[in-house]
């Protein structure tokens, strides 16, 4: 089966801009969350998101949104961007039985806020 | 409010020896805890996941304890190599929301042959 894949791997923006990042979870796997990585912060979770609605979110501003289409595939959408949002967003699915799920994680997007 | 600390920010072992990582939390009643690794510019890779009813669980050189009094989960690599050399991540959730996980911060692990 393939692994958790995002795309882009790597982006550049400037500050204000918008930005689209996409995840495309394992085969099968009907919920995606979304995690942002800083060296400052560690792993913070943004939202999670399961039948194409989102089930949990976490402490983020409204500038972070996402979504989930109905093949599982998911975008989150950062806008007016601001230097602090420099950082590595990883994508992670799980099979969602319920109970004691693993979160397989993709090579993440690494953006770079100018 | 929910706290996860993981023992040491880095941890140098020589090679052949048992790494003993750390992972203490408070305020939170975890269903699971799991394990990743993590190389740098690279998304962690599952390693082990052990419910709150288990104490231990082994997966090759691979051992992590869980105990739900104390609070903390001890994750052990016998025989280390360089190659396992990188970070660790501890990671609890939930059943009720097993889509979010919470994570330590991390302890970066060096090997050295």
């Known amino acids: 089966k393939a692994g958790v894949t995002q795309t882009p791997r790597y982006l550049i923006k400037t500050r204000g801009q918008q930005v689209t990042l996409s995840c495309s979870p394992i085969?099968?796997?009907?919920?995606v969350s979304w995690y942002q990585q800083t060296p400052g912060q560690g792993l913070q979770f943004l939202f999670e998101?399961?039948?194409?609605?989102?089930?949990n979110k976490g402490n983020f501003p409204g500038r972070f949104s996402g979504r989930q289409f109905s093949n599982s595939r998911s975008e989150m959408n950062v806008s007016t961007l601001e230097l602090g949002d420099s950082a590595l967003y990883l994508c992670?699915?799980?099979?969602?039985?319920?109970?004691?799920?693993?979160?397989?994680f993709g090579p993440g997007t690494r953006l770079t806020v100018l | 409010s929910q706290k996860i600390e993981q023992n040491s920010e880095a941890l140098n072992i020589q090679e052949g020896k048992t790494a003993t990582l750390t992972c203490n939390y408070t305020n939170y009643s975890p269903a699971y805890l799991q394990w990743y690794r993590q190389d740098p510019g690279r998304g962690p890779v599952f390693l082990l996941l052990i419910r709150e009813n288990e104490k231990e669980k082994r997966k090759e050189r691979l051992k992590v304890t869980f105990d739900t009094t104390l609070k903390q989960s001890l994750f052990h690599i016998t025989a280390s190599q360089p190659a396992d050399s990188a970070t660790y991540l501890c990671a609890l959730g939930t059943n009720t929301n097993a889509g979010k996980s919470t994570f330590g911060d991390g302890t970066t692990l060096t090997v050295k042959p």
């Open positions: 992670a699915s799980s099979l969602d039985s319920g109970r004691a799920d693993t979160q397989y």
């Open positions: 998101y399961f039948s194409e609605t989102q089930r």
């Open positions: 085969s099968g796997h009907r919920s």
